[in-house]
């Protein structure tokens, strides 16, 4: 999830755990006045039309949500409503409070929610209920449990494989399942079944774990149910838990704006960093674990699976990717023309109100609009850009119930393997036209402008009220469902740094940390086998600013940057980048000093902004008389140099001046170590 610079608690839809009478499928409910269709919401301050069904029970729906969010400048924004009229005895319900987890008190009012999907879960008492299903949907199990669980699934057939990516920090292993038809337990073999591969992570935030239990149940229908046609033309890979030691810091108050499960796990690693801002530096155990499976296992398609939170909407299955203007545009028009409208109609269908991610330009005031994301690689949908890895960031609405998210991803994993299965060869086109696009410019950094189009955001009503808590303004979401017509929508599409793109770049061996993480990363290098004279280019470097917080147990820096010309010769061990390389893109952003996620921003490169060696005054004062009489063009500089008040003034500055164009000053300093060839 993404964090926005205020927290507004957003309202949900409550689920009672329900399902209806006589389906094989059904849980037993322990509330059955409520199994029968019998809610709608109403929106008397606006003109939508909801949509009421049997058994289906929502707000008003789209066929085709509004524009997604990673739209461009010319593409839509806007809902395109399918309406169904309601029968008028139809009684529109009361928001209330809910009482199933421990913070609804604190939360705003919340809507019954009944969909479709229920049927997908089996009774409490099936021998192959998952444990969220035995918790009428409000539980999500343990680590150990999880893994005896879907071990146990296992142990019924040869479909389903489990491999470790790694051990955690505190031990635990990082299981990956491996679902194919052909019972396959190694990556070579996978890829000679030609089939696509889809990888889906959950909980790379713990307590975000929505995609475990979805997972679990999908595979249990795959198995033991009648979904085995789903494996006929995609494989899947499934992480049910990915940040292994924050799950188990579980506890019922570590998410107090999501709503449920009962016990969720923490939102960082057992180390107190963030797995999703790690993608570029790799830091993590973890994060290493899963770049290399990603290297290795070579998916076609990658689905991290999160809970939101921020403002309030209608919307429960909110996802996202890369933009159109970024460096996979191939894989954009596949999941946007392809992938979207398959999933949105498969989740309507279900009950669910799918949508485009969701960022507010004001949490307090909706109607200043919306505004689109364009992730750098520290974030999975950014890192997926980067690398031609086509990657879909699922962000479920936190507030509503745990029990409709769950099933609202069920339904989009379900669909995503069927889309995958039936567009192999348009998905499988789309990321070798990405991998080989070799673009001459690459943007760096990003501006926002409006789009031509806005948005019909199917938000819920609100006001603000004065707190004698804060003393300012706080938003009171009252549960009602309104349309906010077209909203405004700011998107990220506008190149602001951009580079171009040297065919090679060249490291020197004694950054072996750096070497270490492009490794990881999966980016192919070579070594310089003898002394090389080359001409190349380097940056030097100028104004550093260090972050003065530390940020992801790093000190971050920025730093001004001039492109030089220089010849120089290079040692036998020099790690040589070609950029031709599907992974040359990536490559840039990791290694150019403007970049927001490059290792000199990270503060890999940290050591060459210090300086270590130092001249005394009484040796610079008749070094520089020296240099003065023996250089009559350096007089006339420094005459110049002394026309600056300031510089007149400050004795250390003068003297700086002559040590720095002696042949005594450190000609590495402020040197970016990275040489580029064009």
């Not at 449920?260 to 830091?283: E, F, H, I, S």
């Not at 507030?399 to 348009?426: D, S, W």
Request: net charge negative; with cysteine; aromatic share 8%.
């Amino acid at each position: 999830m993404r964090l926005f610079s205020f927290s507004v608690i957003a309202i949900a839809c409550l689920s009672t755990g329900n399902l209806y009478p006589g389906n094989a499928f059904a849980n037993d409910a322990k509330t059955t006045a409520q199994t029968t269709p019998a809610a709608t919401m109403a929106q008397a301050s606006t003109t939508e039309t909801l949509a009421v069904g049997s058994p289906v029970i929502t707000t008003s729906q789209d066929a085709s949500p509004a524009a997604n969010s990673q739209a461009t400048e010319t593409a839509t924004n806007v809902l395109a409503d399918t309406t169904v009229t309601a029968p008028e005895a139809q009684p529109a319900p009361i928001p209330e409070r809910a009482n199933t987890f421990v913070n609804d008190a604190i939360l705003p009012p919340s809507i019954t929610w009944h969909g479709a999907s229920e049927s997908l879960m089996l009774h409490a008492d099936n021998e192959w209920a998952t444990p969220f299903e035995q918790s009428s949907g409000i539980e999500s199990p343990s680590y150990d449990a999880t893994i005896a669980w879907l071990d146990k699934l296992a142990g019924e057939t040869d479909k389903l494989q489990k491999v470790s990516l790694g051990k955690s920090p505190q031990g635990r292993d990082i299981w990956m399942y491996i679902a194919s038809s052909e019972g396959i337990n190694e990556s070579a073999r996978l890829k000679q079944n030609t089939k696509p591969t889809v990888l889906v992570q959950a909980g790379i935030h713990a307590g975000e774990i929505d995609g475990k239990d979805a997972g679990m149940m999908l595979l249990r229908d795959i198995i033991k149910g009648d979904k085995s046609a789903l494996l006929d033309k995609a494989n899947l890979l499934f992480v049910p838990i990915f940040s292994v030691d924050a799950h188990e810091r579980s506890g019922e108050f570590n998410r107090v704006n999501q709503r449920g499960p009962v016990n969720m796990g923490w939102r960082t690693t057992a180390n107190n960093l963030n797995l999703n801002r790690d993608y570029a530096k790799a830091d993590t155990l973890e994060m290493q674990h899963m770049l290399r499976a990603i290297n290795v296992w070579q998916p076609d398609l990658y689905i991290d699976v999160h809970v939101t939170d921020g403002i309030d909407y209608q919307y429960d299955v909110t996802f996202g990717y890369n933009l159109a203007q970024g460096l996979s545009p191939a894989s954009y028009r596949w999941l946007e023309n392809s992938y979207r409208p398959a999933v949105e109609a498969a989740l309507t269908e279900q009950g669910h109100i799918p949508g485009p991610l969701i960022f507010a330009v004001d949490n307090a005031d909706i109607t200043k609009g919306m505004s689109l994301w364009n992730p750098s690689p520290r974030f999975s949908n950014g890192y997926g850009d980067a690398r031609h890895l086509p990657t879909i960031l699922i962000e479920n609405h936190s507030l509503k119930p745990f029990k409709q998210r769950v099933l609202g991803t069920y339904v989009m994993l379900e669909q995503t393997l069927k889309t995958v299965g039936e567009q192999a060869t348009k998905l499988k086109s789309a990321i070798q036209e990405d991998k080989y696009r070799a673009s001459p410019l690459i943007t760096l950094t990003w501006k926002s402008a409006p789009l031509a189009k806005g948005w019909d955001f199917k938000g819920i009503d609100y006001k603000l009220e004065q707190s004698p808590i804060s003393g300012t303004d706080v938003v009171r979401w009252n549960g009602q469902p309104k349309l906010y017509p077209n909203l405004p929508v700011i998107a990220e599409t506008v190149p602001d740094i951009k580079v171009t793109r040297p065919s090679t770049y060249y490291i020197p061996a004694q950054w072996t940390q750096v070497i270490d993480r492009l490794n990881i990363h999966g980016i192919r290098m070579t070594r310089l086998t003898k002394p090389t004279e080359l001409k190349l280019q380097q940056y030097k470097l100028s104004n550093p600013v260090f972050n003065t917080k530390d940020f992801e147990g790093h000190q971050t820096v920025k730093a001004e940057s001039e492109l030089t010309k220089v010849s120089t010769t290079l040692p036998a061990g020099t790690i040589k980048i070609s950029t031709d390389q599907p992974l040359g893109d990536l490559a840039v952003l990791l290694l150019e000093p403007q970049s927001p996620d490059s290792l000199l921003q990270w503060g890999f490169f940290n050591p060459i902004f210090t300086r270590t060696e130092y001249i005394e005054d009484y040796a610079v004062e008749p070094l520089a008389a020296k240099m003065l009489k023996d250089d009559p063009k350096l007089q006339a500089e420094f005459d110049k140099a002394l026309t600056n008040a300031e510089f007149a003034a400050d004795p250390e500055a003068r003297l700086r001046w002559f040590y720095e164009r002696s042949p005594y000053y450190d000609n590495r300093y402020l040197k970016y170590p990275v040489y580029r060839s064009r």
